[in-house]
């Protein structure tokens, strides 16, 4: 490996090199920006929550689930309203990321992603404002016990997921479900609500950093974007026809088969033997990261970017049909199929995994699943998580990251399983 000492302005293929730099600062910017100001509303409205309930006020336990609504209700002054609002900033970071990359890749003169990341744009705002209209909303659900105390506990069991989300590229989904509804007794619906934002509060927190930190791979995030995002739409679409259990079987099985070729290269620190397909040279996808541990810039190339698109509508689809952020098929997909580096694909899949799950946020919201009292703490919670887990994985070697992501993936498979078998 060639020892390139680390600076902004390494050798890139495509572009000019300072653009370049500057679009990862203000993707950057912009993620830790919605972050910022999605926790500041959302405390606000849980401080206000409680603070009417001290003085005897019994706040309305009903929540909006439209934007009407939660215009209406920030007018009537609803702490609901408020907390819901804060949620949304969130919910629409990963929008205002991709509206915002388009600007960037256009100052770029970079007509190829122009179009693509429009593209991308245009599959969110068809599943935001048109599928998620047509579905409606069948019925709120709420959970038993909303005291100050079980929230602070949701809160602090989140830190976790975010930790481990942001580490192995994870959504935290697959923690945040079964903690919610075992432990706290959520129900099953709205913990997969729960679920959609720590996925979405993962990726902008911890992207935030790897962005910033030239980790992510932008090119290749946004490329495979589409299908994600056409995957996540169509599994909303269908996840209501289709029986949960099987899914969940079906999905654990897949997830355990897929695991067996990176357990064969578990000992591997960087891919050995890769050469650019065509479509890597004309989507300008190899680039290099900066390893801190070994103090150097690594330069790597991209393998078999058709079979990883399609591996990628596959985990879109499975984040659609189960509500979670299917990070582990991601990773496998970049690691296995195109053959990046570990740090890459994780990096890369936290970028993407924010816009999977925007693409059936709006779906999900306008159900009537995302309880604000649930959904807060969660949020919360989970970004402090990942910018803790986005600290830590920039010094951790590429072997080291494959040996806690290999349990990720046996913990997630079971879970599914058990999920489907009707155990939890």
Known sequence: MPNVTINDKTPRLGSDDGLIRKTELVISGVLRGGVLLSVTVILAGVCYYYALRLLGRVPSATFPDNLAEVYAGLKAAEPMAVITAGLLVLLATPVLRVVVSIAAFAIEKDRTYVIITSIVLAILLFSIFGIGTY????GLTSMPDNSFGVLVFIALSSVFAGFVGALAGLGGGVFIVPILTLVFHVPFATAIGASIV?????SSG????YVRDRMTNLRVGMFLEIATTAGAVCGALVSSMLDDTVLFIVFGVVLLLSAIPLIMRIGEEFPRGVKNDKWAGWLKLPGTYPDRRMHQDVPYHVAHVRIGFGMMYVAGLISGLLGIGSGTFKVLA???????PMKVSTTTSNFMIGVTAAASAGIFFQRGDMD???AAPVAIGVLGGSMLGAKTLSRMSNVRLKKVFVPMIFLVALSMLARGLGWM
């Open 372 to 374: 604000p009292m649930i």
């Open 206 to 209: 911890a992207a935030a950093v």
């Open 135 to 138: 579905l409606g909303r069948p």
């Open 198 to 202: 720590s996925v979405i509060a993962t």
């Open 334 to 340: 970049m690691d296995t199929a195109m053959r990046l």
